[in-house]
């Protein structure tokens, strides 16, 4: 892990509100591994104090036509964000040469030493992803495409301008199956409607779902899992106060007692098998 | 002003001054006035490869309860303009996990480790020293009569002078070790608060703790904390802070440290003049890590140049003439 300020070589926006960011770490790259994430800082805001949390959506080599060092090592650090609030529009504002503060590679991540007993049990991968929650599926899907895995894209959004980054995955994965809430683009609804009748038809199949996404998306996609006895892995969201599982800010319910009710989403997670994670949410009280 | 400074300064042919900036509070002594603050540093660990602990004047743990402690249910942190909320909740490893899972690394350490105390009645807070008295290696404890985030105990004892009085003096019968007590700023006099706790044996007082606050969904007309209210940190309380710093320091002689809002040496030198005799860093680890150590050398880059010990800056305030010597009094 280190702590460093990086420069910004691209921030390209994309259809709806989303943006491909990138920046230059030949230290912090060759790092980072699947499902992981970074905390960045904005500088020079003394109103926006905390860092933000981003999945790791690729890692590059560097930029070509340069000469640079004989290595094809990574030095590119790509992020897909949305717009969402303060934080992300900041982002968003971001130019190439400007600096950033990078804190990575974060947290527990999809980790093949954890999961390849079961994705060599499964026929398929099935990947599963509600808007940005895409970010964190690309670097895993390339993983497992190295390792000969077939694998499947379930992409939902609110509509065709939040799905993106599709162009990325079709080299990695068999089919993919997308899905709007306004009908702009695949079924009309959820994913997890086709994500149930894929399952429904294929109950002699055997899956490993990755899956990440909104808080309910997780929730039907789990549930849909346990359904069908798949096992899940699931990457969670939160907001950080550090990064650094110090604040303990960003903990969400799983099985235990005592101290060990709550897990941070920073150290522990951001990926859990989502048998271990407690879905029903707390605290907030629902909203009509 | 800038005529008078100097000539309080040692004489500029003195070259290479070498500021002593080691600090002493009730006679535990830290080689630098920097420390980190409860709740934001972890248990030391978590931080060991960003930066060199080794450098730090001390580290404050998470509070410690006797027994382990779940926290509130999320959401717990919440940004606001230039500052943070937060209502954890006090998770933690409760006091013998403490002893056998965490302090062995802290004793290695050059900075001093001192444990943050919590509890929910007194004989929870007397219990939890007792269990920690065992412990080789502690500096010095930081009762926590000021947490705003759990149901009893906590800002219920800050608040209330003769709780106040009650807790400290049963804590410093039991206490091993030098007993220094966080003050809450979410009361009407703090200096009132700061002599309660000097009377009833505290050896120094950490102030503040967060202000409670507040900040709402508007969308969905829900509090955005689970627990409804939560503290509130970070560079937007600081001169409420320092203004409290100030007072309590002209109130009492055991020796403040100073804590609120912190983010950058000229911060850190504000309230050592105001009469802290160290600081803690507490929101800044959380979105720059290296703030505590730029602070250590910037302290004593500053005190190079003013030709000053540390303890020559330490309430060094200037104020106007015919100030009131009762800060209290507007």
Redesign the interface.
Known sequence: MYDEIVAVTENRPLTGGHFLLSVRSPRQAPAIRPGQFAMIRILGRSDVLLRRPMSVYDIKAGQEGRQKRASNSPEIIQFLYKVVGRGTRLMSELKPGDRVGLLAPLGHGFFEEEYLPRAHEADEILHVAGGIGIAALLLPAKRLKEAGFHQRLFFGGRTKDDLVGVADFRPLIRAMLLATENGSMGYRGFVTRPLEDYLRKHTEKRFLLMVCGPWGMLEASVALARRFGHPCLVSMENRMGCGLGVCLGCCIRVEGTGHEAYQRVCTEGPVFWADKVIWQKEGIPKTK | MTTKAKSEERPAHATKFEPKIETELAGVRFQNPVLTAS????YGK??A??MDLNKLGGIVV?GISA?????????????T????L?A?GL????AKRFLKEKLPFLRTLRARCVVNVFGYSTEDYVRCLETLNAGEGIAAYELNISCPNTRCGGMVYGNDPKLTEEVVAAAKKAARFPLFVKLSPNVTDIALMARVAEAAGADGLTLVNTFVGMAIDIE????RL??VTGGLS??AIKPVALRMVYQAARAVKIPIIGIGGIQSTEDALEFLIAGARAVEIG?A??????TSLRIVEGVRKYCQRKQLHLSDLIGSLRLPEGTASHPTEY
Not at chain 2, 39 to 42: C, R, V
Not at chain 2, 91 to 94: A, C, S, Y
Not at chain 2, 285 to 290: I, K, L, M, S
């Open positions: 709740g934001t540093f972890g978590e931080f490869h960003l998470k027994e382990p402690m779940e926290g509130n249910p999320p959401p717990r942190i919440y940004e303009d230039s500052g943070m937060n954890i998770q933690n490893v409760g969905t007309r829900t509090p689970s627990n970070g560079p929101t680890n959380f979105y720059d890590p290296g």
